[in-house]
């Protein structure tokens, strides 16, 4: 990650890393399959190459940079090394370097190895004007997860910054302390419930909370609309804008759900506008902030997942940005599009993010001949991968005319090339057409497909079943059956990637009633086939505990 950020925009590599551990991990620690970074036990090893142990693990790693700071953090890394190079290591011998190095005393922290779940940060304000203080009150708990119904505390780090009302960065000074605090600084949480008094404020500051996401936690605050458009135009936290932004989408998405012909908050497209038509300091950055939440993220805000609404708000929302900000849209496309040669540099990469955003939005008006244009010569130019399987993707997604040709076309030029028709059969895997199923089937008939290559299977199947939740969950569960037909012919062929694919039924409680059953009765069937493999019964088995 930290490589990564390096060699790109900083805050965009660590939206990215977010976006995945709360549309997956997340949802891991919300299902059947939770289990600690550290688990105590298993019954398959392979089903614990996950999210959790890898992706959870990572911002365990990262927490304690954060608790240490960046020089004793380097000091402890140099001992660890020192000590256990060419060792067996241990989580324990780890933290006992960052321990031995920094003077710290990180005993409870061991706790994220241990215990598993997702915590939930809940955090409210009090500004006094006479004593031109505030006050956070921050309270922690955790939900029960399999085999831990009760959860002690954990100690989580804390990022927060304060805005003044031209955005502004602001000290954040503790009471008691004599001189000017930093302007981003990583509060200690350790109790169920802690209080903290920010002083030297002589207005009301906007709070940015959980910067760079310090802690892979979930962080309820009542911000105002025009506060999250507010930070979303101003906060110097790329994850923060981003995560402003998030919340802004989200408020707009459920009023939607609700009232799909409701008129959108005030203020909202003109926010919007105000991001695409302002200087850009990193258009990357500015093309993850003006993206939607996915569908599966929008459905783990929801305590019953609506498959069809959550589908109809979204695409209802991403036509209606594009119907008022269209000149816009086009404008940025332009400006945004370059004829030089392909280049890796940052510069170009942000440019191709900023100016596809555009595309997409703009590919939600349905029968624009202009859009279609764009999206006809943007593939036709065959400049860089990036542009031209965007394009075949927008123009499948939004079923034009000329989808058919362009999917022709671009097997034909990469038939030879695996790597590059795995993008070619996921693009299709995700397509929004309601007949997916037996799509997906035809695919599967293609000489190109086989259920012996692991990245095909990724490719198409795991494509659909984790990338177009509107289409995989169809009410008449032919998405379902599906999977398990294909769950029960590849546990004999490849029983790690069924146990993978299978996960994806494992949080059925969180659908409908219909949905549930279906799902349920699928799942049984395959726990009750003959020659189970261990990997794909304990996932079965554990998705269908009580």
């Given at each position: 990650q930290e490589f990564s950020a390096d060699m790109g925009s900083r805050g965009v590599r660590r939206i990215q890393d977010v976006r995945m551990l709360r549309a997956h991990q997340f949802a891991e620690d919300a299902s059947p399959m939770a289990h600690p970074v550290r688990p105590d036990?298993?019954?398959?090893i392979n089903n614990f190459y996950t999210l959790t142990v890898y992706e959870k693990g990572a911002e365990v790693v990262r927490m304690q940079a954060n608790l240490l700071g960046p020089e004793l953090f380097r000091k402890a890394t140099d001992l660890y090394f020192e000590r256990h190079d060419g060792q067996a290591v241990t989580t324990d011998d780890f933290v006992s370097c960052m321990q031995d190095a920094s003077g710290r005393d990180l005993g409870q922290f061991k706790r994220w190895y241990t215990q598993s779940g997702t915590p939930e940060i809940t955090i409210s304000s009090s500004y006094d004007e006479q004593a031109a203080q505030l006050t956070l009150t921050v309270s922690q708990t955790c939900p029960p997860t399999p085999g831990q119904p009760l959860k002690r505390p954990f100690h989580i780090p804390l990022a927060i910054g304060l805005l003044d009302s031209d955005g502004n960065g602001l000290p954040v000074t503790l009471?008691?302390?004599?001189?000017?605090g930093p302007l981003t600084r990583v509060l200690e949480i350790r109790e169920a419930e802690q209080c903290f008094v920010l002083k030297n404020l002589a207005s009301r500051p906007v709070l940015s909370l959980l910067r760079d996401f310090s802690a892979p936690v979930k962080l309820q605050h009542r911000y105002t609309p025009d506060e999250l458009m507010f930070l979303m135009a101003h906060d110097s936290d790329g994850f923060a804008r981003w995560d402003a932004?998030?919340?802004?989408?989200?408020?707009?998405l459920d009023s939607l759900m609700e009232n799909p012909g409701c008129a959108l908050p005030s203020g909202y497209v003109e926010a919007m506008r105000?991001?695409?038509?302002?200087?850009?300091?990193?258009?990357?950055?500015?093309?993850?902030?003006?993206?939607?939440?996915?569908?599966?993220y929008i459905g783990d805000q929801m305590e019953i997942v609506d498959v069809d609404a959550i589908h109809a708000a979204r695409n209802g929302l991403m036509r209606r940005i594009a119907q008022d900000l269209r000149p816009d849209l086009l404008e940025i496309y332009r400006t945004n599009s370059d004829t030089e040669p392909f280049s890796y540099e940052h510069a170009s990469i942000a440019r191709r993010a900023l100016k596809n955003l555009a595309l997409g939005y703009l590919s939600r008006l349905e029968g624009d001949a202009e859009v279609e244009s764009l999206v006809r010569a943007q593939y036709e130019a065959q400049q860089n991968m990036t542009d031209v399987s965007r394009a075949l993707t927008l123009g499948v997604y939004a079923q034009m005319p000329s989808?058919?040709?362009?999917l022709a076309d671009f097997e034909q030029r990469w038939k030879e090339q695996p790597l590059v028709m795995d993008k070619w059969f996921s693009i299709q895997a995700t397509s929004r057409q309601p007949d997916m199923v037996p799509r997906i089937r035809e695919l599967m008939q293609h000489p190109g497909f086989t259920l012996r290559n692991p990245n095909r299977v990724r490719a198409l199947i795991g494509a659909f079943v984790s990338g177009n939740p509107a289409r995989f969950h169809a009410a008449d569960g032919t998405g379902y059956r599906l999977l398990s037909d294909i769950v029960l012919e590849l546990n004999t062929l490849n029983p790690q990637i069924a146990s993978r694919l299978v996960r994806t039924m494992s949080r059925w409680r969180r659908y409908d009633e219909g949905r549930r059953a279906l799902m349920q009765s699928e799942l049984e069937r395959i726990r009750d086939s003959d020659g189970l493999s261990k990997d794909v019964l304990e996932i079965v088995s554990k998705s269908l505990e009580e």
């Open positions: 036990s298993y019954m398959e009471e008691g302390e004599t001189t000017a932004a998030q919340s802004l989408h989200l408020r707009v105000m991001a695409l038509t302002s200087s850009h300091d990193d258009r990357e950055l500015l093309a993850e902030v003006l993206t939607l939440p996915s569908e599966s989808a058919g040709e362009l």
